[in-house]
Structure formats: C-alpha cells, structure tokens
C-alpha cells in the first residue's frame, strides 16, 4: 500500500506564471484535502472533497486557486499569476470517512515546495 | 473560530530528559490528532485520541485529551535525538467530524546528545 504521493516536489515560477500540482491520495480514501504551510507555522486549510465534490473552501482560497478531483481519484490545484505571497509548502492528505458524522485521520503526503521568484 | 495554541514554541533540551508540550483551545474538539513533522516533508501522524480524558502510549510518548476536550498534551520521556522535529497538534471541530483539521503553530523541539 502506498501513501499520500505528490508531484512535483519542488517548482520554483516566476511571478505571474501558472503552476499546476498534483496529488494522488491512498487509494481507498474518499476524502482529500489541501492544506498550505509558511514557515515556522502549523499547516493551514485550503479545500477539501469528498469524493469529487468539493465540500469546503477555505476564505484563503482566491480566485487565482481552483482545485478539482474529477473521478474522485487524484486532485490538482492550480495557482494562476502566481504572487510572491504563495510561496509556501503546499501538502494534500486523503482520509476514509466510513460513514456520516464519523471522524477519520487524515494522512499527508510529502508536500510540494513553491518558490516564486 | 477555532484555535489551537501550542507550547512552548520551541524546546531545546538534553538527550535522556524528559518534555511536555501543551495543546490548549476555548472550543471543543470531536478528535484531536498528534502529527510529527521533519524538514521538507508532510506530518506524519502519531496518533488520535477521541474520548475525553483518554491517555495514549505510543512508546515512549504519552497523549493525554482534556475531559472537556479541549486541550491535550504530549509527553516525551527520556528524548533521543531521533525525537527531534516539529510536533503538531491538530483538531477537527465538533460539528464537522472528517472535515478540516485546525492546526496549532507547532513545536519545534531539539534533543541534543
């Protein structure tokens, strides 16, 4: 069984470009969620769907950022005219709800690291 | 809105002493889970605790979730240097079970040998 991947790792954009990431969650999960980290900070809620309906938006999610999970497997959010204030990790975890008003844990991938210069 | 506050923000201690870093909010948590992060990589989950006045082991850690359920500590005894990383408490609101987590700022903790 493997975990929480993303891709890619590392994108260092100029200002004003669009980046793409992608994160494909465990593969039985029906949640997935977006989160983005600062330095020095806890991680901070973007998104999140439930199978591929989005449930949640974060007041922090602009709308530069849209995230989609179109077959309820893998999810993308993408940044447009990206600013310097993005930088940031930005880290997805996936969760198995196993039924409503439960509680599950979530499970996070390694990050991916955005430098915009 | 829910917050969590954590403390101390960063401890820097010896190998073979023990710590407690602290989880406090003014709401109440359905759960609250305990991640530990390394430098340019995602949390990695240490465990869940649910019921309040619940104790968890895990090792040499303990977790402990406040009867009201809003504060948690955890416990660290006789650190290693493996201990070593950013600490996370993180809940999820009580009427929003399986949804967001909210995140405290974390714990930067050190184990020197």
């Known amino acids: 069984d493997t975990g929480v991947s993303q891709d890619p790792r590392h994108k260092i954009t100029k200002r004003g470009q669009n980046v793409t990431f992608r994160c494909d969650p465990i593969s039985e999960h029906n949640r997935l969620y977006w989160y983005r980290q600062t330095l020095g900070q806890g991680p901070e809620f973007l998104t999140y769907?439930?199978?591929?309906?989005?449930?949640?938006k974060s007041r922090l999610l602009s709308d530069r950022f849209s995230a989609e999970r179109p077959k309820g497997s893998f999810s993308t959010l993408e940044i447009q005219r990206t600013e310097q204030g993005d930088s940031a990790m930005y880290l997805c975890?996936?969760?198995?709800?196993?039924?409503?008003?439960?509680?599950?844990?979530?499970?996070f991938g390694p990050g991916t690291r955005l430098t915009v210069l | 809105t829910q917050l969590l506050e954590q403390s101390p923000q960063f401890l820097s201690i010896q190998e073979g002493e023990n710590l407690t870093v602290y989880c406090n909010s003014s709401s109440v948590f359905s759960s609250l889970q305990w991640y530990r992060q390394e430098p340019g990589e995602g949390p990695v989950l240490l465990v869940t605790?649910?019921?309040?006045?619940e104790v968890k082991k895990l090792k040499r850690l303990t977790f402990q979730f406040g009867d009201a359920r809003k504060d948690s500590s955890l416990h660290i005894t006789a650190a290693q240097t493996g201990d070593t990383g950013l600490y996370l408490c993180a809940g999820s609101g009580l009427y929003n079970q399986g949804g967001k987590l909210i995140f405290g700022q974390g714990t930067e903790l050190s184990v020197k040998p």
């Open positions: 605790v649910v019921t309040g006045g």
């Open positions: 975890a996936s969760s198995l709800l196993a039924y409503r008003g439960g509680w599950s844990e979530q499970f």
């Open positions: 769907f439930q199978n591929e309906a989005q449930l949640e």
